[in-house]
């Protein structure tokens, strides 16, 4: 009989390691919370770097857990995981021979900085929203009316002590130059300004993107932090701003403001780390045994992490993690059942 492995979340991670564990021979089991697969990528319009649609991506890997039959429990939250299995909270109990979890991370609430105004000025929005109105084909200001002049803000929740997100969560500075160029794309004649503190092009292609941002599409990079945004009587966000390199404070009246909201630590990650006796990282991620050798695994055996669940990550690093995790598990269960 093939052994079991339980895959906590059926986002790109859980997915993409039950197919590869079934490719091996091995029954994944995959129990997702919401009543689909897919994880938060499923919601975006087109991925960076290269524009490829996000649909195009998610949903072949769905349809392949489908035609694979592999089982899955969806509307089922997992409150506790244990090497040998993991508790749902209808108390119903799965056991498996092995635990993968891929619970990935949680979207900072851009409400906490209240300073931006989103949730008051009809006009600031979240990089998520604004995802969400390119894939429903409709990008405009509250009042259906075309922006004139944009400003995207990095770092919104990422590298701020003040909400307790220290970390950098490596994607959003990627993110706002892709979609610094929808906009273009959208409304050529617009001005896009983004305001960042660093740019951070880790990735393959993502400096040359950069560069194709300003040279191309013209878009207006300023080294600086927006302090605080406020809307003016014609629904316009005014905001404040300090030029970094010049050193200039710097006032602006923008249609729309987009806040780049960070990858932050799921909230419920202490109680479910706690379960299992496993540690967490300062940043509430959960902990790998370590960077190096052991990514994938936790501090018990039995216990294995797919994605964004130990850091930021891209949906490509995730991807390629999953298959390093299936292949750690595949290790795990032929060393305990001394298949070699
Ligand atoms: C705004 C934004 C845009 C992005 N755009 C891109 C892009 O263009 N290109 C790119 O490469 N990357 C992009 N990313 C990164 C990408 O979204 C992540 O790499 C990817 O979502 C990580 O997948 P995951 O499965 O690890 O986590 P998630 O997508 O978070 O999936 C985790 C799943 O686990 C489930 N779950 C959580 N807890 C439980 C529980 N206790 N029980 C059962 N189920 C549970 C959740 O419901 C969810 O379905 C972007 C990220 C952000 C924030
Ligand atoms: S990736 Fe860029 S925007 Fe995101 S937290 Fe890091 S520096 Fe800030």
């Not at 002049?149 to 701020?160: E, P, T």
Request: glycine share 8%; with cysteine.
């Amino acid at each position: 009989m093939a052994h079991r492995v339980v895959i906590v979340g059926g986002g790109a991670a859980g997915m993409q390691t039950a197919l590869e564990l079934k490719s091996r021979g091995i029954e994944p089991v995959i129990v997702e919370r919401n009543i689909e697969l897919g994880g938060k990528a499923k919601g975006w319009h087109k991925l960076f770097p290269s524009f490829v649609s996000a649909a195009d991506v998610m949903q072949p890997l769905a349809l392949k857990v489908k035609s694979e039959r592999i089982r899955c429990f969806y509307g089922q939250e997992v409150s506790e995981i244990a090497p040998d299995g993991v508790m749902l909270r209808s108390k119903e109990r799965i056991p498996a021979d092995a635990v993968v979890v891929a619970t990935g991370f949680t979207l900072f609430d851009a409400h906490r900085k209240q300073e931006y105004g989103y949730g008051l000025y009809d006009n600031v929005i979240t990089s998520v929203d604004l995802e969400r109105m390119m894939n429903s084909g409709c990008v405009s200001l509250a009042d259906g009316t075309e922006p004139k002049r944009i400003a995207i803000l990095h770092c919104v929740g990422s590298r701020d002590e003040k909400v307790g997100q220290k970390h950098c969560s490596k994607v959003c500075c990627i993110t706002g130059v892709k979609q610094a160029i929808e906009l273009k794309q959208l409304f050529p004649t617009a001005d896009v300004f983004n305001f960042y503190m660093d740019m951070r092009m880790f990735g393959p292609g993502y400096e040359e993107l950069y560069r194709e941002a300003q040279e191309r599409y013209n878009v207006h990079f300023v080294r600086g932090r927006i302090s605080e945004a406020a809307e003016t009587i014609n629904k316009r966000i005014q905001i404040k701003a300090e030029d970094t390199l010049t050193g200039r404070p710097l006032r602006m009246t923008v249609d729309m403001l987009v806040l780049l909201v960070g990858m932050s630590a799921n909230y419920e990650n202490p109680a479910l780390a706690a379960t299992a006796g496993l540690d967490l990282a300062p940043n509430g991620y959960f902990k790998a045994v370590d960077t190096f050798l052991g990514a994938v695994r936790s501090q018990r055996e039995g216990i294995f992490f797919a994605g964004a669940v130990t850091a930021p990550k891209s949906l490509a690093d995730t991807l390629a993690e999953a298959s390093l995790t299936a292949s750690a598990v595949d290790d795990y269960l032929k060393r305990k059942f001394n298949l070699r």
